[in-house]
């Protein structure tokens, strides 16, 4: 019967003696080695995470009457604004410098690409804007989805002025027209 040590490292660390006993060491190379400095890791922010405080603060609460229950043309306004503004929208009057296509999008996807497209379209100076929500054909019982939803975010988005449905060849009932507001007024 063998003695057991009465440390368990000292059998440890006679068992690597054993093993190393015929390992001769490798010259010294004369190079000075500088210890490494170890740094305590910073978490960076990932791109999702900055947007998310702007996704989160968009509420999917309908918070006014814009036509959507009934089957009406969307249309919103800003309090302020001329009629003539959104008549000029409605009849084309702006370019459409941007466009945003949500088709198959979950509603999250849409709002994290909504928040996304804006912000994109502010700091490219877009005034006039095409969203494409769908008409829900694809969706559970034939209803728009993301119509209500995008329409609801876009009245919460300080930047959009007003927005009406897109004219027939511009999308119709499937598309919404959305005018920015111009660097001018951002500054307000």
């Known amino acids: 019967m063998s003695k057991k040590p009465a440390n368990p490292a000292d059998a ?3 068992v690597l003696e054993k093993l190393f006993s015929d390992v001769t060491p490798l010259p010294a190379h004369g190079r000075v080695l500088h210890p490494v400095e170890r740094r305590t890791p910073a978490p960076q922010p990932r791109p999702h995470d900055e947007r998310a405080p702007l996704t989160d603060s968009l509420s999917d609460h309908i918070t006014s009457d814009i036509g959507t229950d009934s089957g009406d043309p969307l249309v919103y306004m800003r309090n302020g ?4 503004t959104l008549r000029k929208l409605r009849r084309g009057h702006w370019v459409i410098d941007a ?4 088709h198959g999008h979950t509603t999250i996807e849409a709002r994290e690409s909504l928040v996304q497209f804006l912000t994109g379209c502010l700091g490219r100076g877009a005034r006039c804007v095409r969203i494409i929500h769908g008409r829900g054909l694809r969706s559970k019982n034939s209803a728009p ?4 939803k995008v329409a609801n975010w876009l009245i919460q988005r300080n930047e959009v002025l007003a927005f009406c449905q897109a004219r027939q060849g511009d999308g119709g009932a499937g598309a919404v027209m959305v005018l920015l507001k111009a660097d001018a007024e951002k500054r307000d």
């Open 81 to 84: 604004l001329s009629p003539q």
């Open 12 to 14: 440890d660390g006679d």
């Open 99 to 102: 466009e945003l296509d949500l």
């Open 145 to 148: 989805v993301l119509k209500t």
